[in-house]
């Protein structure tokens, strides 16, 4: 095991015997890569639907392999077993329903009355429960993973009640009111409220991850004017756009200062026209981006904690603020060009109402659910838990599985 993890880290919900050499963290990432919730995200939104024909963007689970990837590299120059933060990488995603953050929301509205719903919450839920890998006489334990894998897994180690608004309003939690038992178990020992290392790993990742990623995507889906954006063509309104998508985290000028920095390096690309030389040059933005940002937060972090080990609770990731602010103009400069687009309004407003008036369909005639929820709808005990019924089943659907359903249940 390696150095700084506890045997209390490498325990299971439910105890297990294995002949095979592998480690118990080895053992996590391979039933996550194995489940099936994890071979659904090929189908399901990042920033733009699968549905869309758009063979080279990317999906949740391209999107989940590159966190991986980074996480990986990055949590094992920080000391940190790599299969933890790789499991968590891998898994951060699988709570996700159709249609990305906008198919979310329409479930958050949907369930507001049975506690909502959250992405992160319900990747808690999918991996302890309804992910069909170990069960005892009694219950499903999902895929029964260690208490370090599940806990790097948690984003936000807090329940609804206890929420923290996003920068669009909507509130961030860990896990719903029924799954308080598996939280309480995960977090045996820890500080409240405090993230382990590892998952404020998974979480830097993901955001370096998304903010370089979905920015190539913007490119080479001619979403974005790159002679414009370097020219400064409607450069206040671009920032303006930024500073409200980020949620007011950063100051005007702070995002003028962090665009000019990237805007001034050497491998910034000011022109486009789809060849593959600038596809290259593209891809070679996207490497040195992800290890400018990475190796800040290494650098930043080594320096506040010089100990030999950072497992667990030993320290936090430092990013610098200069590092941070690079990472929200990417992420601005997408949400302008992409997903605050009035032409793509209209799209958004088609997919919420695929999941809401599925879900609708679903609670009236309970017929059309999968065996493994119908069994969970005949178990369940009041009408709050049939309506989490449906919100697992909708969850679990991919982008084109629920256009399916919706056309077969709704018409």
């Known amino acids: 095991m390696t150095a700084g993890y506890s045997e209390a880290d490498a325990e299971r919900r439910l105890p297990e015997n294995h002949v095979s050499r592998r480690g118990d963290f080895a053992r996590d990432r391979a039933r996550i890569l194995h489940s099936s ?29 590159e966190v991986a990837q980074v996480g990986r590299e990055l949590g094992t120059r920080l000391g940190l077993d790599p299969d933890i933060v790789d499991t968590a990488c891998l898994a951060h995603d699988l709570g996700h329903p159709p249609f990305g953050h906008n198919g979310e929301r329409a479930l958050a509205e949907w369930a507001s009355d049975i506690g909502g719903f959250e992405g992160n919450a319900q990747t808690l839920r ?30 936000y180690p807090w329940p609804a009640a206890q929420g923290i608004p996003d920068p669009s309003g909507r509130s961030k939690f860990g896990f719903y009111a029924d799954d308080t038992d598996v939280f309480e178990w995960i977090r045996a020992g820890a500080p409240e409220r405090v993230r382990c290392i590892e ?22 889906g001619d979403f974005l004017d790159v002679k414009a954006l370097g020219a400064r063509v409607d450069h206040d309104a671009l920032v303006n756009s930024m500073f409200d998508w980020i949620g007011g985290e950063f100051d005007h000028d702070t995002l ?73 103009v990417l992420k601005g400069i997408v949400a302008a060009n992409v ?22 369909s679903l609670l009236t005639d309970p017929s059309g659910l999968d065996v493994g929820f119908a069994a969970d709808w005949a178990e369940a005990s009041d009408d709050a838990a049939r309506k989490r019924v449906v919100v697992d089943q909708v969850a679990s659907l991919t982008d084109v599985s629920a256009i399916a359903w919706h056309d077969r249940l709704v018409g």
């Open 199 to 220: 998952a404020q790993v998974m979480d830097l990742s993901d955001d370096i991850a998304y903010s370089v990623h979905d920015f190539e995507d913007a490119i080479v």
């Open 37 to 65: 919730g994890w071979r659904r995200l090929a189908q399901k939104t990042q920033v733009l639907s699968p549905t869309a024909g758009l063979d080279f963007a990317r999906n949740r689970l391209t999107h989940s392999l």
């Open 126 to 155: 999918l991996i302890t429960r309804l992910e069909p890998k170990v069960f005892d006489d009694t219950r499903s334990y999902g895929l029964n993973l260690t208490r370090a894998s599940l806990d790097a897994s948690c984003k």
């Open 339 to 360: 997903m605050s687009t009035n032409a793509r309004k209209p799209l958004y407003a088609r997919q919420r109402g695929v999941l809401t008036e599925l879900a609708d």
């Open 256 to 328: 003028i200062a962090a665009f000019d920095r990237l805007d001034n390096l050497e491998y910034w690309i000011d022109s486009w026209d789809g060849s593959r030389r600038d596809l290259a040059r593209l891809k070679n933005l996207t490497s040195y981006l992800i290890g400018r940002f990475a190796g800040h937060a290494e650098r930043a972090t080594r320096e506040a904690y010089p100990q030999a080990s950072l497992a667990r609770f030993g320290a936090d990731v430092v990013v610098p603020p200069e590092t941070q602010a690079e990472i929200a």
